[in-house]
């Protein structure tokens, strides 16, 4: 009897000892990953994780420092309390190493000044909004900023298409929206091009009517729209643009790529735009047609902006795993940050003093065929 209870006492000291999250942390590397797998943004996340999968499959089945990796994916719902939330859960429950994510940019803001309290390294692989990476030292990102991406957008609209009256349609409710609208404004104008309102036209996420948003800008006659938004709202405006027949190009920014925009934008409104973005399936890199071919493999069809930048994230993450001194998370950090040269399907990738990286945009057409490459801007 004694025996008995002794062997259940012993038992269950066991099963907690190895069900705890602490000896999880002591065997393996964990990885949080925050991403909106489900929401208005969903194919960020799921072309985020499928990215990042094809990244692990990559490295095989390896080890670094004598311990396995282990990955948990979050749902942030693409809200930026979820966001903060899954952030708290993967670092106070589960005890992660690293966190990767998020994509929307005001989902990363929420979540990043509880990685940098905790000195737990965040590396973002999508987050463009230049005020991310200023939360602090454990917070850090792969992709380039708004602060270039709006730049670029604003020189194509006035150097390649020759425009010269821009109207500007925002999301009010994304700082990314509201950060790279500005960056564009300004850039437009010190070339010589004109606003034909000085109030951006704006939307909330979730709006689903666009039409008398879309009337007071037809009103302002502009030969370009800027549109820097996502694509559940950037294909219902297309979409209801050309309905108004409402003509000119519609210009935007990474938000727009998404294997779901072709279907929501309709035939009609997904023709005659442009968009700035971190990498084209089309690009003949032999590294990056062999990822193309491997993704189009598994997931049936051609990988966008975020699958890429997803598995460059990881791979870079990877690499300063088995780089740092020791998974101290300061170790960590300082390994992240000191990132250099790697080469990646979405660019070479070399952190800065600002934990950005520096790398090449590409222009897209948007066609009912998919995004089509233009031109490849360097910094
Ligand atoms: N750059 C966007 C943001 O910061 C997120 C994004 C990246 C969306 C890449 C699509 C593709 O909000």
Not at 357 to 374: C, D, M, P
């Amino acid at each position: 009897m004694r025996y008995g209870r002794l062997t259940t006492l012993c038992i269950s000291l066991l099963m907690m000892t190895l069900t705890s999250p602490l000896w999880a942390s002591k065997k393996t590397i964990t990885i949080g990953a925050v991403f909106p797998m489900t929401g208005p943004i969903a194919t960020y996340g799921q072309e985020s994780v499928n990215g990042i999968n094809l990244a692990l499959k990559k490295v095989g089945d390896i080890s670094i420092k004598g311990r396995k990796i282990r990955l948990i994916v979050e749902d942030n719902k693409g809200e930026p309390i979820e966001s903060a939330n899954s952030v708290r859960k993967l670092i106070n429950i589960d005890k992660v190493n690293a966190v990767i994510g998020s994509v929307a940019s005001s989902n990363t803001l929420a979540g990043a000044p509880i990685a940098q309290q905790a000195e737990v390294p965040l590396l973002t692989p999508a987050s463009t909004n230049e005020a991310v990476t200023k939360t602090g030292n454990f917070i850090s990102r792969t992709c380039f900023t708004d602060g270039f991406q709006g730049v670029v957008m604003a020189r194509f609209a006035f150097n390649n298409l020759k425009k010269r009256n821009v109207a500007i349609i925002i999301d009010n409710s994304s700082d990314y929206s509201k950060g790279l609208a500005a960056v564009f404004k300004k850039e437009f104008q010190r070339l010589g091009g004109k606003l034909v309102s000085q109030r951006d036209f704006a939307y909330q996420q979730k709006d689903i009517d666009f039409k008398s948003l879309l009337r007071k800008v037809k009103r302002k006659r502009p030969d370009v729209i800027f549109l820097p938004g996502y694509y559940t709202e950037v294909g219902l405006i297309l979409r209801q643009a050309r309905q108004m027949n409402i003509k000119m190009p519609f210009l935007g920014g990474d938000g727009w790529d998404s294997p779901k925009l072709q279907e929501l934008a309709g035939p009609k409104g997904i023709k005659n735009n442009y968009i700035s973005s971190h990498f084209s399936p089309d690009d003949q890199d032999p590294m990056v047609q062999e990822f193309v071919k491997k993704y189009i493999k598994i997931h049936k069809q051609r990988p966008g902006a975020m699958a890429a930048l997803g598995y460059d994230g990881m791979l870079v993450l990877l690499d300063a795993l088995k780089r740092a001194k020791s998974l101290k998370s300061k170790d960590l950090a300082l390994a992240i940050n000191s990132t250099k040269q790697f080469k990646g399907v979405t660019g070479t990738i070399s952190i800065d003093r600002q934990r950005n990286a520096t790398k090449s945009a590409v222009v897209l057409e948007t066609t009912a065929k998919g995004n089509i490459f233009n031109t490849k801007v360097n910094p």
